[in-house]
């Protein structure tokens, strides 16, 4: 099917839709390319220094087909760090008060460290981002994030109230666990030269999700008094 840019053209219902179902993988598939090159140019040169251009060419289609799935700069950028945010939601899902501390804490650092190895590059551009002062990160995405933090604070408190880890901030975790999980997307560099190795391998991340875990589950969980 030719990738055009045009509206579906039906005289009844039943073909607008049929149409629009068969658009649907085109539409998927041109704005993960859009999204992907995207990510790489801003996280390089930031919102400002990244042009529409430059981001179709990128992502090998026309300019006005990225015009067509977005109306701006601004609004890729935007998407990309939707995109971002609800990965790490995807991660923070773990953090359940109907499970026990140690199977939690462990699944969400190892999701956090799959997520930066998998998406480096959005990752990068977030810090960035945030180190810029944040003022291109919209209200709403920042709303959530505070939001989805309250609740999963409200589950680190529940553990340590009925005595399952040690009285703790649970703010001061999550800003602990995201600091070191996200270190080896947006310092690689370090990291690798920490590790005497060229690059980071799945074995490497595997290794730290094992240190981060045994670390922070040394001081989180309770031990019994005598």
Not at 21 to 27: C, M, Q, V, Y
Not at 182 to 207: G, H, K, R, W
Request: some cysteine.
């Amino acid at each position: 099917m030719a990738e055009e840019l045009r509206e579906p053209h039906a005289s009844a219902e039943k073909g607008l839709t049929v149409q629009a179902a068969s658009d649907e993988p085109i539409r998927a598939r041109n704005v993960l390319k859009i999204l992907t090159a995207a990510v790489e140019i801003f996280s390089r040169k930031g919102l400002d220094g990244a042009r529409i251009v430059e981001i179709a060419k990128a992502s090998g289609l026309p300019k006005g087909n990225v015009y067509y799935y977005f109306s701006s700069k601004e609004e890729i950028y935007n998407a990309a760090i939707d995109h971002l945010i609800h990965s790490w939601d995807d991660a923070f899902r773990h953090i359940s008060a109907d499970r026990e501390p140690s199977d939690a804490i462990e699944a969400y650092v190892r999701a956090k460290l799959d997520n930066a190895r998998e998406n480096a590059a959005e990752t990068r551009l977030f810090a960035n981002e945030i180190l810029q002062g944040a003022g291109h990160l919209s209200i709403k995405a920042r709303d959530h994030m505070r939001t989805v933090t309250s609740e999963k604070a409200r589950v680190i408190d529940a553990w340590a109230a009925v005595g399952k880890i040690e009285k703790i901030d649970a703010r001061h975790l999550f800003i602990l666990l995201w600091s070191v999980t996200q270190f080896y997307a947006e310092f690689e560099a370090l990291a690798c030269d920490a590790l005497n190795v060229s690059e980071l391998t799945a074995e490497d991340y595997d290794m730290a999700a094992k240190t981060i875990t045994q670390t922070v589950l040394g001081g989180l969980l309770s031990r019994p008094s005598g």
